[in-house]
């Protein structure tokens, strides 16, 4: 039934998504009217039920959203912040309780006191100006953190023109596309949003599937609480992101290019829209792009809420307009993927990285970094750090340099750092001196690098707190396919939330149970994830944790 599904959303492409005109009938209420979901049914030809299960998914697109006007960001930095009551209560101040909702992580990490109001997030001091945000247009929205590159800035080098920047991009029309391919695989670039998957192979893969229409995903909806580098370069760097899918497209034969843009960073949709229409000026998108015989064009599709369209199946469900569930694998989306046809999805940073390796060759690229862990990486620091911000290191940095020479340490006392996002590990302070910045590394201690985002635990943060905060994320954001995770996660918040406020001791054997099933039994990464970081806890701080369990 999926795949029939899956081709007969396809029928309208992607300019008409049903999941685009659901947005657009979100905005002036929060949700969709009844009504209207029956009509969208009608259209694109399916059952009222389905319309009506994607709707309800989303947190913006959710019948409980209608009348939403302002969103405190409940992000983990912002709650181990401690700002986010202050930012709720001095919202009941100019809205009624019932107008404010809740968005998570709205990528102002570095100042926390985040919020959403009117398409703009705000942070930091903005708070003291609430009169005027919400009785005046303003650009009080806008912030400011430090961006350094510790060695050689590749992917924070400042932009230059169009024609200058695109030039190696022309270059390489003129060359075969297996050469231009064979370059990427030398470099030996990895996903930079989790695991580390070759970047070459999975192009590789689709570029050897036949078929007429292919699809390049940029997956920008990876919204690990933390993380704001794939913000900084949709806002700072959109041509950085835009010339990698259009190299991806020449190499797997792809001809149209998607942009998955988390609702939470809705600055950034209309930024890449201007990028995209320049390239359209300048004739680099289009039909036949500078005589080549390439065709490649993009469409920005806005995201409206739901922390699992990061993993990449759940995103190709959801741009068609299906529930986003996670797909049973395989087949693969390079194989099958949007509309049943061949996708390669990759997320922002990892994207942004083909301009260096196309402009000086992939062993340029592959002498940066580790043998195995090659280039560069963006880390974000967050409001704990003296120096918070975003930095660019050479994988192999050790972590101690990030912390102490580039962030200059923390302002009060921390405890433990959470690394790469929610399913991301809890590193102790006693082990910074163990890691380095690459994917070996932090595999081999126990942890994931993931997208190198750093959140500090303070010291007066009980521990079992952050694990009742995990488990709250995970059950709240599964997609609920698979039983390990829908139960499990809420199992887990249960037993957490017990032992927190009523005194439960929870037995250890069950809830090592509880974890090894999520592991073991789910379908994505989400629910088998989600033990790394509870499992650290554990066993970096039993002394703290053993008066919960039995």
């Given at each position: 039934?999926?795949?029939?599904?899956?081709?007969?959303?396809?029928?309208?492409?992607?300019?008409?998504?049903?999941?685009?005109?659901?947005?657009?009938?979100?905005?002036?209420?929060?949700?969709?009217?009844?009504?209207?979901?029956?009509k969208l049914a009608d259209d694109f030809l399916i059952g009222k039920a389905n319309a009506y299960g994607t709707a309800s998914f989303y947190d913006f697109l959710k019948p409980e959203n209608k009348g939403k006007k302002v969103y405190v960001c409940n992000g983990t930095a912002c709650v181990c912040a401690g700002t986010q009551d202050t930012v709720g209560n001095s919202l009941k101040d100019h809205f009624k309780e019932d107008e404010i909702g809740h968005m998570t992580c709205l990528g102002r990490c570095h100042e926390n006191n985040a919020f959403h109001y009117n398409g703009k997030n705000y942070s930091g001091d903005a708070l003291h100006n609430l009169d005027q945000i919400i009785n005046s247009k303003n650009e009080l929205n806008q912030d400011n953190y430090t961006i350094k590159a510790s060695g050689k800035a590749i992917l924070t080098q400042s932009f230059t023109t169009i024609s200058d920047f695109y030039k190696p991009l022309i270059d390489a029309l003129k060359k075969d596309s297996a050469e231009i391919l064979e370059e990427i695989k030398t470099s030996n670039v990895r996903g930079r949003g989790g695991a580390g998957f070759p970047m070459g192979l999975k192009l590789e893969f689709c570029r050897n599937v036949e078929n007429a229409t292919k699809f390049i995903i940029c997956n920008a909806d990876e919204g690990d609480p933390g993380a704001f580098s794939d913000r900084y370069l949709l806002e700072h760097q959109p041509h950085s992101v835009l010339f990698g899918m259009l190299i991806s497209g020449y190499v797997t034969h792809a001809s149209y290019g998607i942009v998955y843009i988390r609702a939470e960073y809705p600055e950034a949709a209309k930024i890449v829209q201007d990028a995209i229409d320049d390239l359209r000026n300048e004739g680099l998108i289009g039909d036949n792009i500078h005589g080549s015989?390439?065709?490649?064009?993009?469409?920005i599709i806005q995201a409206q809420g739901s922390y699992i369209c990061g993993e990449e199946t759940a995103l190709i469900n959801s741009i068609e307009g299906q529930r986003p569930e996670v797909r049973?694998?395989?087949?693969?989306?390079?194989?099958?993927?949007?509309?049943?046809?061949?996708?390669?999805?990759?997320?922002?940073?990892?994207?942004?990285?083909?301009?260096?390796?196309?402009?000086?060759?992939?062993?340029?690229?592959?002498?940066i970094g580790t043998e195995r862990s090659s280039g560069t990486k963006l880390v974000s620091l967050d409001s704990f750090f003296n120096?918070?911000?975003?930095?660019?290191?050479e994988m192999g940095t050790?972590?101690?340099?990030?912390?102490?020479?580039?962030?200059?340490?923390?302002?009060?006392?921390v405890k433990a750092l959470q690394i790469g996002g929610p399913l991301g590990g809890v590193v102790p302070i006693s082990k910074i001196n163990d890691l380095t910045i690459d994917f070996e590394s932090f595999s081999k201690e126990g942890f994931l690098l993931g997208h190198a985002s750093i959140i500090c635990i303070p010291s007066s943060f009980p521990m079992m707190k952050f694990i009742e905060h995990l488990f709250d994320f995970a059950s709240y954001e599964s997609c609920g396919k698979c039983f390990p995770c829908r139960l499990g996660t809420k199992r887990g918040h249960e037993l957490s939330t017990k032992a927190l406020h009523s005194g439960h001791k929870i037995d250890q054997k069950l809830f090592s149970d509880l974890l090894t099933t999520?592991?073991?039994?789910?379908?994505?990464?989400?629910?088998?994830?989600?033990?790394?970081?509870?499992?650290?806890?554990l066993h970096y701080f039993e002394d703290e944790l053993k008066t919960y369990f039995n």
């Open positions: 039934m999926s795949d029939n599904l899956s081709e007969l959303l396809g029928r309208k492409k992607v300019d008409q998504s049903l999941f685009n005109k659901m947005g657009e009938l979100a905005k002036p209420a929060g949700t969709p009217s009844d009504e209207e979901l029956a015989g390439f065709n490649f064009d993009f469409k049973v694998r395989p087949p693969y989306p390079a194989q099958k993927g949007l509309f049943n046809k061949p996708t390669v999805v990759n997320n922002v940073e990892t994207l942004a990285a083909l301009h260096y390796i196309i402009s000086n060759g992939g062993n340029a690229w592959k002498q120096r918070p911000g975003l930095y660019e290191v050790p972590l101690s340099v990030v912390i102490n020479d580039l962030g200059g340490g923390f302002k009060s006392d999520l592991e073991q039994g789910s379908l994505c990464a989400h629910g088998g994830g989600i033990p790394l970081p509870i499992r650290n806890t």
